[in-house]
């Protein structure tokens, strides 16, 4: 059956969906010899479609894969990185960094640490980061200072960013520190680009240490599990899979992969 090109390399675990369209975009994509247009399609058992010169067999599909990492300070959520920086695929075993189209889904900043999921199931990461989806994330975030009653309503009700307010988020103040700062759990059901920093920034108190423990209910320490240390990762179990699966409706599968142990 014919599939647009794009969704095709995001089911074989080449690339996420948005990351097989930049592909496309850059001219990398070919089918049956010719260059692949945007919305193009193929047919996987008919045609030959090859990425950088090299041909992607579907009875080669890998199965699907779904981790989560606990992203420690200073890695970046990408799979490359220009700068020579290291990326959340380095923290995995070297014969899952490359050939799954493991990815990360979303972004922590490279100065944030906490939950970040991992798949090559490309329909999964394109539904999961459409805007329409909002997901609670649920953040713990140490502030500068002591904010005010009226500063934390604020943030509850919504601040506007680049022309566009906020979605209402649930903003509760967990500890007072007596070094003049602050730790608050930050609900949000939205992702905009350093949208914790930018709104506390914009409140005056400053982001200290950002931290995310939960993607809706898969808990980075869940109390019937270890914990999880920095920079290891874990297998999502059977009941978070089928979550991530209700959101787009897609079959709940899952493949073993093993938990890197802390060293």
């Known amino acids: ?16 969906r948005r990351q097989a369209e930049q592909l496309i975009l850059e001219g990398r994509v070919r089918l049956n010899g010719a260059t692949v247009h945007l919305g193009q399609k193929a047919d996987p058992d008919r045609d030959q479609i090859q990425v ?66 991992l798949t090559n199931d490309g329909d999964l990461t394109f539904y999961l980061t459409h805007p329409r989806h909002h997901i609670p994330k ?37 500890e007072r520190d007596p070094e003049y700062k602050t730790l608050l759990r930050i609900i949000l059901t939205e992702g905009r680009n350093r949208q914790i920093r930018r709104v506390a920034e914009q409140l005056g108190h400053p982001v200290i240490h950002l931290h995310r423990i939960a993607i809706g209910p898969i808990q980075l320490n869940p109390p019937e599990m270890p914990a999880l240390p920095l920079g290891c990762y874990r297998p999502l179990k059977d009941t978070e899979i089928g979550f991530l699966k209700t959101q787009i409706d897609l079959p709940s599968v899952r493949m073993p992969v093993r938990r890197k142990t802390a060293k």
């Open 1 to 16: 059956m014919a599939e647009r090109v794009q969704k095709i390399l995001s089911q074989w675990g080449v690339a996420s």
């Open 52 to 117: 950088d010169g090299v041909a992607i067999q579907s009875g080669k599909r890998p199965q699907p894969i779904y981790l989560l990492l606990n992203k420690p300070v200073g890695v970046v959520s990408t799979c490359t990185d220009p700068w020579g920086r290291k990326t959340v695929l380095e923290l995995l075993p070297p014969d899952q960094q490359e050939g799954l189209g493991i990815h990360p889904v979303g972004r922590l900043d490279a100065d944030s640490t906490g939950a970040l999921l």
């Open 138 to 174: 649920t953040y713990q975030v140490w502030v500068k200072g002591y904010p005010s009653d009226s500063i934390l309503q604020q943030w509850r009700q919504g601040v506007m960013l680049a022309h566009d307010k906020t979605l209402p988020a649930q903003v509760d103040v967990l």
